[in-house]
């Protein structure tokens, strides 16, 4: 079933994606800040509690590799977290198993984050936190509806999609519930 639904994502995302119908790779004379943006955002999984600087428990960590299972085929460039062990562990699979070298991003810099993102364009990951991960979607243009749950929510995955001048939102759930 997690496969179907992996399958699914991916397929959404591409024929959703600006990217649908191009080429592969950019002709030359394409340059980067012209490129698509598809951005897969995630709040972190869950976590132990309590602690300044909490570990993902078991489950948590359980759905990051379920993550990394989701996105494999997603053809994301590059992963993104924020500096808290929480957040780096959950994307740390996804990043591993394409063998992305993980980036950290500033939480309380989301405007300059988001700006980054769009003139970069490709496919990116970001795990953020209950409050970043719907305030970056808005600032990408996306819309988060309701706020997620900071005691029980793990499984919001935001799929943004840009590209001519028009900005998709797809809200799915990944893992167990």
């Known amino acids: ?16 994606s600006p990217l649908a119908g191009a080429d592969s790779a950019p ?12 951005v897969f955002l995630v709040r972190h999984a869950e976590k132990q509690q309590p602690g300044k600087d909490p570990e993902l428990t078991q489950e948590g960590r359980d759905r990051a ?10 053809q994301i ?3 993104h977290s924020t500096d808290f062990a929480r957040t780096r562990a959950t ?18 810099k989301l405007k300059a984050f988001a700006n980054t993102l769009k003139r970069r364009g490709g496919r990116h990951l970001v795990v953020g936190h209950s409050n970043t991960t719907p305030a970056l979607v808005t600032l990408l243009g996306g819309e988060a509806g309701d706020s997620i749950d900071d005691a029980s929510e793990f ?3 935001y799929v943004i999609t840009q ?3 028009v900005v998709e939102t797809v809200l799915l759930r990944y893992g167990e519930p």
């Not at 997690?2 to 959703?16: D, F, R, Y």
């Not at 394409?30 to 598809?38: D, I, R």
């Not at 993550?67 to 997603?74: I, T, Y």
């Not at 994307?91 to 939480?107: H, M, W």
């Open 155 to 157: 499984d919001r995955l």
């Open 91 to 108: 994307a740390g699979p996804t990043a591993a198993a394409l063998n992305i070298e993980l980036s950290l991003y500033d939480p309380f």
């Open 65 to 74: 590799r379920d993550l990394a299972n989701l996105l494999q085929s997603a």
């Open 27 to 38: 002709s030359a004379d394409v340059t980067q800040a012209s490129m698509p943006l598809v």
């Open 77 to 79: 460039e590059a992963v």
């Open 1 to 16: 079933m997690k496969g179907l639904i992996g399958s699914l994502l991916v397929l959404l995302a591409t024929l959703h």
């Open 163 to 165: 590209g001519g001048g």
